[in-house]
């Protein structure tokens, strides 16, 4: 596709229409292709590229003519496929020649055309076009700024020069990035991600005898020697499970950006034996539980939610159905869903095919349930207000609602995690000598995105 602009010419005797073809256009390419590039020529070129236009600003010289001559530069831009826009001419008269045309203007009751007399003439003359690609898609390919330089004298017009500067082409324009900041949770939030009986303070829910604890991820287990209260470190593996509560707990006190809002214990026992008994044995564990970490880190009673968990049927029940069929599951399953009187439901599951199937649960299912006891650790944190302020800044930004976004930023910009964010809404809302303060700020302090964007916008600068 061949763009064609006319643009009309001023002359000295009258106005008249220069028309330049496309051949014109490839002509000059080709002038610049054949000449090389000329030390002497002076014009400058400056370009903005945005996804949807690309701006040029140039400066061309002028000729400055003699007394009874005009001289008239006309910008064009060209393409090597042969599209042209021509751009504003820019018209000097020497002084004679500025009062015959008055005199003929008035003579024929004419608008004298604008010029610039040859004593105001300045060295340059310069513009700027924003071509959209909508309507001028060769705007994408690489441009040539031609400059034609004409002299008119009293009934001619001849080409003084005509010249092409380097080529130059729009860029994809470099959109930063950013990153949102993570909220600072704090050392419990830290430590979350690697000890999952932490949980934060939303997810606690008081104990009930409708959860099955088993299928809870992440809870640590302490065990009971055989029908006793009594908290052994050295039995089993106690003293890890032991050491790893404290260790979490006395990290997560001394932070000051979070603490530990509830230690929930739960004290279990098995269905073995009379539930009364069994009762007791719950309560006992979990207190023992809650007064060896009371005792290690001088913790307050209110911290604590003990719960007793003595015989645990829904998780036992729950465990049942999990395990592979033996004899006497079904009707296990089926005494636990109708037989309310618990001490006379363990008698009746003790009777089923001579003792075998209890036996049997003895050794599989009871070993865990029969000795231990529960415990989850929760936390809260202080609101990362900053972090916050970024995102939903950062949010903004992406929404190309930069003014917004920067107040927003200019709120946290004590805060080192806001300085790449602000950086970019000033570039994208056109500051871009205070963006860059803003990322030569965030990179010296390491941070990396901020670092990529500088690359980024040295690059498209090239």
């Known amino acids: 596709m061949n763009n064609h602009i006319s643009t009309p010419y001023n002359n000295p005797i009258g106005t008249r229409t220069r028309e330049y073809s496309t051949r014109r256009a490839a002509a000059c390419v080709a002038m610049l292709l054949a000449l090389g590039t000329m030390p ?49 001419p820019v018209t000097v008269r020497g002084a004679a020649n500025a009062r015959k045309l008055h005199r003929q203007c008035r003579l024929k009751g ?72 993570q909220d600072n949770t704090g050392r419990a939030g830290d430590l979350e991600k690697t000890n999952p009986v932490l949980q934060h303070v939303s997810k606690y829910r008081p104990y009930d005898d409708t959860r099955i604890l088993r299928k809870e991820l992440g809870a640590l287990y302490v065990y ?19 050491d790893k509560i404290v260790d979490i707990t006395r990290q997560i006190t001394a932070d000051t950006t979070s603490s530990v809002e509830k230690i ?9 034996g009379k539930y009364e008994h069994n009762a007791e044995l719950g309560q006992g564990r979990g207190d023992a539980l809650k007064e060896y970490i009371k005792r290690e880190l001088s913790l307050p009673d209110t911290l604590f939610d003990v719960a007793n968990g003595a015989e645990a049927w829904t998780e036992f029940r729950d465990q049942l159905n999990d395990a592979p069929q033996f004899e006497g599951k079904d009707e296990v399953l089926a005494l636990i869903d109708d037989e309310t009187d618990l001490d006379r439901r363990e008698a009746r599951i003790k009777q089923l095919n001579g003792g075998r199937t209890y036996q049997y649960i003895k050794e599989n299912i009871l070993a865990d349930q029969r000795n231990s006891g529960y ?39 004590h805060d080192p995690r806001a300085w790449n964010a602000l950086a970019t809404a000033l570039y994208m809302d056109g500051q871009e000598e205070e963006a860059l303060t803003w990322y030569r700020k965030a990179a010296a302090q390491g941070d990396l995105q901020a670092q990529e964007n500088l690359k980024g916008i040295a690059g498209q600068a090239q």
């Open 375 to 413: 415990v989850r650790i929760f936390w809260d944190y202080v609101p990362d207000q900053a972090a916050q302020s970024i995102n939903t800044a950062s949010q903004m930004v992406k929404d190309k609602q930069y003014s917004q976004a920067i107040r927003v930023l200019r709120t946290v910009q």
């Open 40 to 88: 002497a020529w002076a014009q400058t070129v400056t370009t903005h590229s945005t996804e949807k236009e690309l701006k040029v600003e140039y400066q061309v010289p002028l000729v400055r003519p003699t007394s009874n001559y005009a001289t008239t530069v006309t910008p064009m831009l060209c393409t090597a496929q042969g599209d042209t826009l021509r751009l504003d």
């Open 224 to 242: 009971f020697p055989l029908d006793r209260t009594e908290l052994r470190r050295e039995f089993r593996d106690n003293a890890g499970k032991l």
């Open 110 to 181: 004419l608008t004298e055309p604008a010029y610039t007399r040859a004593k105001d003439m300045p060295t340059m003359a310069g513009g700027s076009i924003s071509l959209p690609f909508t309507q001028y898609p060769w705007a994408r390919q690489p441009l040539t700024l031609c400059v034609l330089t004409e002299r008119e004298g009293c009934c001619h017009v001849e080409t003084l020069s005509q010249t092409c500067g380097e080529s130059f082409r729009w860029k994809n324009p470099y959109v930063p990035v950013i990153r949102l900041v």
């Open 264 to 272: 929930q214990i739960i004290g279990l026992a098995s269905i073995e």
